[in-house]
């Protein structure tokens, strides 16, 4: 009998594979049943090995229980692109499975047939009724320039806010599905894909897969395996759709690519966007990245002329874009972060029977919610933040681990009676708000009024069918959503994004800028957006101020290249948590040490993280910094393999953050 040896990975944090065998030939991305210790775990072959005498010898290697599937969960591309992932993240290669296999497969044994329903391909005819508007001379150069895109070849669609960026994605989609290929299409955020998946059903008759985490495991296998099998050729997706198996894929697009949402930052933290682009390489087909506010990681290479740059710089309406303005605050009249004039302003864009949008980056009613008497402030006892204050559900709740607490009627102190709130989040705006404007609809839209399924759909309506309306809003009322009627936006809190210490804040707080000026003002020339602050004189808020996001960003690459900050040098946070505060420096201190040994090499740490303590974790971070992404990628190559015996690093958990888009 033949026996053959694979190198098999294993769901857990363990970073290297370990060799079974069997009579069996299987192919490499299956997943099968292997005894593990005195468990079963399911494992996925990563490839035959020629075994020498040593490993035939060896008694203690054991035989894989099963094959599961009759095909491989992973092939070509998309086992190559995980692989690469694995090794460019420095994360543990089971895991990098396991974050991409569909919830379903993941534990119980779950047998698949491949019949009838998806295995035959669906047709899309192309509804001709939904084309009746042409395309302004922008949007025609751009299809006809992006469908000319052969090989792996990424683009940079810039197209600012209303400039019809869906339009084009579209129209390519057509040109594939014409070609027998598919396409697979990110946004950023769930909240988006209703209206996209609606753009798109109306455009195409045909069934269109739609994958997010907040469809149920059964739904989303179904999609997962109509897409493999080749029923599905057109996927809507966030990013954990971005290796979605799809028969001859043709094209993928990463809409809004700028947006950090498209990095996961817990478990496996890898960016969807930049995966995107290996994958695309991999397969040697075209990649789009959308945005009216590209990052500047992608304007580098946009300049490195390594990525094509395709413009279309006017709204599809022919309007300008909403003239943003700065409000002085510092001698205003201000109650819960709103200034008098902001109020003044909010009256005369009613009285038209206009809706303004207000912008602020909390949810809850306050962050801080604390003892007038003895100073005694709310935190959450398993992390080290302070509890939001909820009022809706009369709840203290920590936005780190979610926990609520009951609010006390009397301080846990002094047992006085006499709490007041600092600060303000979307729940206090709209009560303020709402005692000015008593017959006004005030709708707020955050994560607390969006939990449930198709909720986001219905405000969206509401907003829609409403005249003059209030919206109060986090982030989520800031990315892709067009609200017609909305004359007025207003920035409560730029300054936060302005004095930041964060390495990207000016590039964050430029695109959350012209984002929110983006959502107001279709149709509309008098729309503006108020930006309130202390700061009227910053030389950056100024020169956002012109609307004229490339220029800015330019700027900011440029002072960057000179600094050398990313992304023209490489960065990688290694983060560390455990119970004790000595567990963590003991073994970040090592870390350090031979670390510093290397040279060309800027090492930070330990230092606390911002949040400290979370879960019931200490949690400390050494900051590292290269030159170039292949020396760094090398030296913690070496560094994993030497650690990895430490006893310091016995006592903590430890992971790698690569291209991190936060350093505290
Ligand atoms: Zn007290
Ligand atoms: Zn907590």
């Known amino acids: 009998m033949k026996i053959f040896f694979y190198d098999v990975?294993?769901?857990?944090?363990?970073?290297?594979?370990?060799?079974?065998?069997?009579?069996?030939?299987?192919?490499?991305?299956?997943?099968?049943?292997?005894?593990?210790g005195s468990r079963k775990l399911i494992g996925i072959i990563v490839k035959k090995i020629v075994p020498d005498e040593v490993i035939k010898k060896d008694k203690s290697i054991k035989y894989i229980d099963s094959v599961i599937d009759q095909f491989a969960l992973f092939e070509n591309s998309i086992f190559d692109t995980i692989i690469w992932a694995s090794e460019y993240y420095h994360h543990p290669i089971g895991e990098v499975f396991q974050s991409f296999i569909p919830t379903s497969l993941r534990k119980a044994k779950t047998n698949i047939d491949i019949d009838e329903s998806l295995v035959n391909n669906s047709i899309y005819e192309i509804e001709e009724v939904d084309k009746k508007f042409g395309l302004t001379s922008y949007q025609s150069k751009a299809v006809n320039r992006l469908s000319n895109l052969k090989g792996f070849k990424p683009a940079l669609l810039y197209g600012v806010t209303g400039s019809g960026k869906t339009e084009v994605y579209l129209r390519l989609t057509e040109d594939l599905i014409k070609k027998k290929k598919s396409v697979l299409i990110l946004v950023p955020e769930i909240n988006l894909t209703?209206?996209?998946?609606?753009?798109?059903?109306?455009?195409?008759?045909?069934?269109?897969?739609?994958y997010h985490s907040k469809q149920t495991p059964k739904k989303r296998l179904n999609t997962w395996l109509k897409a493999?099998?080749?029923?599905?050729?057109?996927?809507?997706?966030?990013?954990?759709?971005?290796?979605?198996?799809?028969?001859?894929?043709?094209?993928?697009?990463?809409?809004?690519?700028?947006?950090?949402?498209?990095?996961?930052?817990?478990?496996?933290?890898?960016?969807?966007?930049?995966?995107?682009?290996?994958?695309?390489?991999?397969?040697?087909?075209?990649?789009?990245l959308g945005s009216a506010t590209p990052s500047l990681?992608?304007?580098?290479?946009?300049?490195?002329?390594?990525?094509?740059?395709?413009?279309?710089?006017?709204?599809?309406?022919?309007?300008?874009?909403?003239?943003?303005?700065?409000?002085?605050?510092?001698?205003?009249?201000?109650e819960g972060g709103i200034a008098e004039e902001t109020v003044d302003a909010i009256k005369a864009t009613l009285k038209k029977n206009e809706q303004v949008l207000i912008f602020i980056n909390r949810r809850g009613f306050a962050p801080i919610f604390q003892c007038g008497q003895c100073g005694w402030v709310a935190?959450?006892?398993?992390?080290?933040?302070?509890?939001?204050?909820?009022?809706?559900?009369?709840?203290?709740?920590?936005?780190?681990?979610?926990?609520?607490?009951?609010?006390?009627?009397?301080c846990p102190e002094c047992n006085k009676k006499d709490f007041y709130f600092h600060g303000t989040g979307t729940e206090r705006i709209e009560e303020i708000l709402s005692n000015t404007f008593l017959d006004t609809p005030?709708?707020?839209?955050?994560?607390?009024?969006?939990?449930?399924?198709?909720?986001?759909?219905?405000?969206?309506?509401?907003?829609?069918?409403?005249?003059?309306?209030?919206?109060?809003?986090?982030?989520?009322?800031?990315?892709?959503?067009?609200?017609?009627?909305?004359?007025?936006?207003?920035?409560?809190?730029?300054?936060?994004?302005?004095?930041?210490?964060?390495?990207?804040?000016?590039?964050?707080?430029?695109?959350?800028?012209?984002?929110?000026?983006?959502?107001?003002?279709?149709?509309?020339?008098?729309?503006?957006?108020?930006?309130?602050?202390?700061?009227?004189?910053?030389?950056?808020?100024?020169?956002?101020?012109?609307?004229?996001?490339?220029?800015?960003?330019?700027?900011?690459?440029?002072?960057?290249?000179?600094?050398?900050?990313?992304?023209?040098?490489?960065?990688?946070?290694?983060?560390?948590?455990?119970?004790?505060?000595?567990?963590?420096?003991n073994f970040l201190n090592k870390a350090v040490r031979e670390l510093n040994k290397k040279s060309d090499l800027s090492v930070i740490g330990p230092l606390p993280s911002l949040i400290s303590k979370s879960k019931g974790n200490f949690r400390h971070n050494v900051y590292i910094q290269a030159n170039q992404k292949s020396q760094l990628n090398r030296i913690l190559k070496r560094l994993i393999k030497e650690l990895s015996d430490w006893p310091e690093s016995k006592k903590v958990k430890w992971t790698f953050d690569i291209d991190p888009i936060e350093i505290n």
Request: charged share 25%; proline share 4%; aromatic share 6%.
């Open 9 to 36: 990975a294993v769901p857990l944090p363990i970073r290297h594979c370990f060799t079974y065998k069997s009579d069996q030939l299987i192919r490499k991305g299956s997943r099968i049943v292997i005894p593990f």
């Open 194 to 210: 209703p209206q996209l998946l609606k753009r798109f059903e109306s455009r195409f008759k045909g069934e269109i897969g739609l």
């Open 228 to 288: 493999k099998f080749g029923k599905i050729n057109i996927v809507i997706g966030t990013r954990s759709s971005i290796l979605m198996p799809l028969k001859n894929l043709g094209l993928i697009i990463i809409d809004e690519e700028h947006d950090q949402s498209y990095r996961q930052s817990d478990g496996f933290k890898f960016s969807a966007r930049d995966v995107g682009i290996k994958r695309a390489q991999e397969e040697k087909i075209p990649i789009i």
């Open 297 to 334: 990681q992608t304007l580098r290479l946009v300049q490195e002329k390594k990525y094509k740059k395709i413009d279309m710089l006017t709204r599809v309406d022919g309007k300008a874009p909403p003239r943003l303005i700065t409000m002085d605050i510092n001698n205003s009249n201000m």
């Open 379 to 410: 935190e959450c006892k398993s992390c080290d933040s302070n509890l939001v204050y909820h009022q809706n559900k009369n709840r203290l709740i920590c936005h780190r681990c979610e926990s609520a607490y009951l609010a006390n009627n009397s």
């Open 442 to 585: 005030i709708i707020r839209v955050d994560q607390d009024s969006t939990k449930k399924v198709g909720s986001m759909d219905k405000i969206i309506q509401d907003i829609n069918s409403a005249d003059a309306a209030i919206l109060v809003g986090t982030q989520m009322l800031a990315k892709g959503h067009d609200f017609p009627k909305v004359t007025l936006s207003i920035i409560l809190n730029a300054d936060n994004g302005l004095i930041s210490p964060e390495i990207n804040a000016l590039e964050k707080i430029s695109q959350l800028l012209i984002q929110v000026s983006g959502r107001a003002g279709r149709n509309n020339n008098l729309a503006k957006v108020l930006i309130q602050t202390r700061y009227p004189d910053d030389i950056n808020l100024n020169k956002i101020k012109t609307g004229d996001y490339l220029s800015f960003a330019m700027q900011c690459l440029s002072k960057n290249k000179k600094i050398g900050l990313p992304p023209y040098s490489a960065m990688c946070m290694l983060r560390c948590s455990s119970p004790t505060q000595k567990n963590n420096i």
